[in-house]
């Protein structure tokens, strides 16, 4: 998975790879320079689907600086 996955990063800013019934696609995406470990929330529809993929890349601080 890991040439699968990173090396298209190298020229992609987005990866797609297909998952196999019922599993969803995993989704990767380069995030500039910073260490990789960001906040994720996922939102679910009434039925329990994911509906919504919210990734914070921590821009600004909790009181809206920098």
Not at 1 to 29: R, Y
Not at 35 to 61: C, K, N
Request: hydrophobic share 35%; proline share 8%.
């Amino acid at each position: 998975m890991d040439d699968d996955l990173f090396m298209p990063l190298d020229s992609h800013f987005t990866v797609e790879l297909p998952g196999t019934e019922p599993e969803p696609n995993l989704i990767a995406f380069r995030a500039g320079r910073g260490d990789g470990a960001y906040p994720v929330w996922i939102g679910r529809t009434d039925d329990g689907q994911v509906g919504r993929v919210v990734v914070d890349f921590q821009l600004r601080t909790a009181d809206g600086g920098e």
